[in-house]
């Protein structure tokens, strides 16, 4: 499976982004998906997750009830709507893909279980 992360750029605080993740390759197996990001000099970390279905979603605290994932199986592709963006969201955002039938839900957030990630997209947000 390849991975294609776009979307990104420079946008002010109180902003808003969408980021895609376009997947293709073995685009017919059972994939969840999830979005990482790293700001300089820290950890990659887990912003969100979504099963194949779409039906599951998973959020990290810090983007909880700003961030939105969502997909569209007949589009291969997976988004990331963001909003009320802060300065502390600046990072480069990654794509990746883990399947369904490998590690259970409360590990997507561990980014070690995913297979497949994409090149990353980076996000800017000025104060």
């Known amino acids: 499976v390849q991975l294609q992360a776009s979307g990104g750029g420079l946008v002010q605080a109180g902003g808003s982004l969408r980021l895609s993740c376009a997947a293709s390759?073995?685009?017919?197996?059972?994939?969840?998906m999830g979005w990482f990001r790293q700001a300089p000099g820290k950890e990659r970390e887990f912003v969100a997750a979504i099963s194949w279905s779409g039906g599951s979603t998973y959020y990290a605290d810090s983007v909880k009830g700003r961030f939105t994932i969502s997909r569209d199986n007949a589009k291969n592709t997976v988004y990331l709507q963001m909003n009320s963006l802060k300065p502390e969201d600046t990072a480069v955002y990654y794509c990746?893909?883990?399947?369904?039938?490998?590690?259970?839900?409360?590990?997507?957030?561990?980014?070690?279980?995913?297979?497949?990630w994409g090149q990353g997209t980076l996000v800017t947000v000025s104060s």
């Open positions: 990746a893909a883990v399947s369904e039938w490998g590690p259970p839900p409360q590990n997507w957030y561990r980014s070690y279980e995913y297979d497949y």
């Open positions: 390759g073995r685009t017919g197996s059972s994939y969840a």
